[in-house]
């Protein structure tokens, strides 16, 4: 197969959340597993850094390899899902595995994939732990995919588990509180290994606290340690949160002995994560002034909230009106979205290119009862270029809601 006959496989073949939803979820490790042993079990020569959590665990997942690069580490990262270009989930040193890798990977694999018919998730898991194993990396740093106990990335045995924050998203899959959800992303606390909490919070302190002690697993609350201020070339509201976390983890890892810690050169990566570790669509600036324009994934309430607060100041500031380019999945729970976003700023509503995209006029329509007044766009595409086309000099233009409504106007 060429590579863009490989990704068409990848893409329509195997099941995919990203595209289809619930039914593409897998609910235990058995398929992973098989997946892994028929590669000799690559996962076990790596030494890893586990990340969940609800929000930043993919900023935190690039601060970390930044750090460790910055130590002179070559490491690997897995995230996902991915923005512009399917190799993002996986990179080396912040480079991306080659399309050749790719494609020998997949046809290699082909025949048990046929058999055992995982899920692109989990295909893209072995394809990273594979890679990584080959490129000989010194650190791996794996984020979660979604929770954490079920998750195919759990079959890792990390030096240390990173768990940012617990909100509420997807609680088909995890549960309806917060403590039900704590206790599932939870399940990357490995017996003996350290974990760092990023975010206390009164109702998961005690979940996590608990599983910590059940397992002899030395816990540790960022937000409750002494803070470090670091200069940063992240611009988002959480650039302060996400510091802070990876910060105390790599303070672990040095107290554990797995890391001769340099404070000065965690300084430097911290301030170079994006030329490091290729790090794109958070609060990414797409234009300076003249309008102001820029995206942000977030998209649940606990990203959105401080995403929309900074909005609301930088147009304030800048004296001019904010138009905002949004487009969400149809699963959703828009009655916990809208009302965050402000009423007096003017609306493009758009449907991202997939099949989870919630169609255009829907969003409309819902958004109308929160006060949320625009029109429907055949595209993003089409409602970036109005919103552009509309803006002023002073004013500011903001494209989110979906990391999928996000990619279509990356450059």
Not at 248 to 254: F, N, P, Q, T, W
Request: net charge negative; hydrophobic share 40%.
């Amino acid at each position: 197969m060429t590579y863009p006959e490989t990704l068409d496989y990848l893409f329509t073949r195997l099941p995919m959340y990203q595209r289809s939803g619930d039914s593409a979820m897998k609910k235990d490790l058995t398929n992973i597993r098989a997946l892994l042993a028929e590669l000799g079990n690559p996962e076990r020569q790596l030494r890893c850094i586990h990340v969940g959590g609800t929000n930043g665990k993919g900023t935190v997942s690039h601060l970390l390899a930044a750090a460790l690069q910055a130590h002179g580490f070559r490491v690997g990262v897995y995230t996902s899902p991915h923005y512009k270009d399917f190799r993002e989930r996986i990179k080396v040193d912040g480079t991306f595995i080659p399309e050749a890798e790719v494609v020998e990977f997949t046809e290699n694999i082909r025949p048990v994939i046929e058999r055992i018919n995982p899920s692109f998730f989990e295909i893209t898991v072995a394809m990273a732990f594979h890679h990584f194993a080959r490129a000989r990396v010194q650190w791996a740093v794996v984020e979660v995919g979604l929770g954490g106990r079920l998750d195919s990335t759990n079959v890792i045995d990390p030096e240390l588990s990173v768990i940012t924050n617990i909100g509420y998203d997807h609680m088909q899959f995890l549960g309806n509180t917060l403590p039900e959800i704590a206790g599932e992303k939870a399940g990357i606390i490995k017996p003996g290994r350290r974990v760092v909490i990023g975010e206390t919070q009164p109702e998961t302190e005690a979940v996590f606290r608990n599983r910590a002690r059940e397992l002899d697993a030395p816990i540790v609350f960022a937000d409750q340690q002494p803070r470090r201020v670091f200069q940063t070339d992240l611009r988002g509201p959480f650039a302060e949160k996400n510091l802070q976390t990876a910060w105390i983890a790599l303070k672990e890892l040095g107290q554990g002995g797995a890391l001769d810690l340099d404070a000065e050169r965690v300084a430097y990566a911290f301030d170079h994560v994006h030329s490091l570790s290729y790090y794109i669509g958070r609060w990414q600036v797409l234009q300076d002034d003249a309008p102001l324009v820029l995206a942000d994934s977030a998209h649940n309430g606990e990203g959105l909230g401080p995403v929309l607060e900074r909005l609301r100041a930088l147009r304030e500031s800048r004296g001019g009106r904010l138009h905002i380019v949004l487009g969400v999945v149809n699963d959703k729970d828009l009655s916990k979205a809208l009302p965050l976003f402000p009423q007096d700023a003017v609306y493009y509503f758009v449907k991202a290119d997939i099949p989870r995209g919630l169609p255009a006029e829907e969003l409309r329509a819902s958004a109308v009862a929160y006060g949320l007044v625009g029109q429907s766009y055949p595209s993003v595409i089409a409602g970036f270029r109005a919103a552009r086309a509309a803006a002023e000099d002073q004013d500011v233009v903001f494209t989110g809601g979906s990391i999928f409504t996000v990619a279509e106007v990356l450059p």
